[in-house]
């Protein structure tokens, strides 16, 4: 079990029944907004995929996805998706989305290995989303336009739940703060990568750390990124590896970072290949998706995930994920949680 924390004197604003409604109100105005920000289009998604084609997400290349066998496929056997970071560039392909539009979809998944505490669940549902984009997008400018988009989105739905129930008050800054992960290692040397975002969030209430997946000056990775979705090892113009980053805030009731969303522009052929190189995972070149990839037949891209339970945990000033959504938690965490005052569902 992963580190519980309890907040002092913690009560929670809303009541079960309000934290219901207050849920489902969160959810349809973010979503619609997010599809109005980005021009996206909603699609149904799978909740497992075929083994061995490389399109289920491997998040940092050691999680275990829940696997089965199908009577019917010859006992051959599915996974149940970790996120859909390449199925979705798939479908961009098969429904021909031009250049400034894409899509979006519920994603609901299975993480056995997450180690379960006030943020991880073996249940993850999140807004998985896709864009198409041209060669010419593949730069910081527009990766820094698109969380500006995003974060827009995040300051409309803060308001309309502070509409609704007024005792949860606005605390979002009226701007995101963008920084590096190399940046942050500079500034923090002696600090673990956890530590860092602690401290930028704190300072600034809501950032994007960019640059996340490949090896910084010290020697070290600012986190965990697969070597196929997120391009992480592209030198540009801001003088730092990478096109990807996480949207963090700072969480007032668990004085923690929070973070919200992993995102970044996709991996073209130049970036894949040197990725799988770099991970030493030149095989899975042979991979359905990979050889999509490789042949030239997907589009360029850009996409991310947005937790749909840690936002609503956010916006509705929650201890503990399990506030919001119905998952398996031990026998001592429930008990630790009732003497804290925190209600799982």
């Known amino acids: 079990m992963g580190t519980l924390l309890k907040p002092a004197n913690y009560k929670p604003l809303l009541d079960l029944q309000q934290t219901e409604l207050a849920i489902k109100k969160v959810k349809d105005f973010f ?13 149904t998604a799978p909740l497992f995929v075929l083994k061995g084609q490389g399109i289920n997400d491997d998040l940092n290349g050691i999680e275990r996805p829940v696997t089965f066998p199908i009577k019917d496929f010859n006992e051959q056997k599915a996974e149940v998706v970790h996120s859909l970071a390449k199925w979705k560039r798939l479908t961009l392909a098969n429904y021909s989305i ?25 249940y993850v549902d999140q807004w998985d989303w896709e864009r198409t984009i041209t060669p010419e997008n593949r730069n910081i400018d527009f990766l820094k336009d698109i969380v500006k988009r995003i974060y827009s989105a995040l300051l409309k739905t803060e308001y309309i739940v502070y509409e609704s129930f007024p005792q949860i008050k606005p605390t979002l800054p009226k701007e995101i703060t963008f920084i590096s992960a190399e940046e942050l290692c500079k500034k923090y040397p002696n600090l673990t990568s956890k530590e860092r975002e602690d401290k930028a969030a704190k300072e600034f209430g809501a950032v994007f750390i960019m640059g996340i997946g490949g090896k910084l000056s010290d020697g070290k990775k600012h986190d965990g990124r697969a070597a196929d979705y997120d391009d992480w090892s592209t030198p540009n113009s801001a003088g730092f590896n990478g ?7 700072w969480n007032d009731v668990l004085q923690r970072s929070f973070e919200i969303s992993s995102m970044g522009v996709r991996v073209d052929k130049a970036a894949l290949l040197r990725q799988l190189e770099i991970e030493n ?11 999509r990839l490789l042949d030239g037949t997907l589009p360029e891209s850009i996409g991310g995930g947005i937790g749909q339970s840690r936002l609503c945990m956010y916006f509705l000033k929650k201890a503990h994920i399990g506030e919001i959504q119905c998952s398996l938690w031990s026998d001592e965490m429930r008990a630790e949680c009732a003497a804290a005052n925190i209600p799982l569902i």
């Open 31 to 43: 979503e619609s907004t997010l599809s109005a920000e980005l021009q996206l289009r909603r699609v």
């Open 98 to 122: 031009p250049a400034g539009f894409g899509l979006y979809t519920d994603m609901n998944a299975i993480r056995p290995d997450e180690e379960l505490d006030n943020l991880h669940s073996l």
């Open 243 to 249: 096109l990807n980053g996480d949207i963090v805030l």
């Open 281 to 291: 995972q030149n095989e899975r070149k042979e991979l359905y998706f990979h050889k």
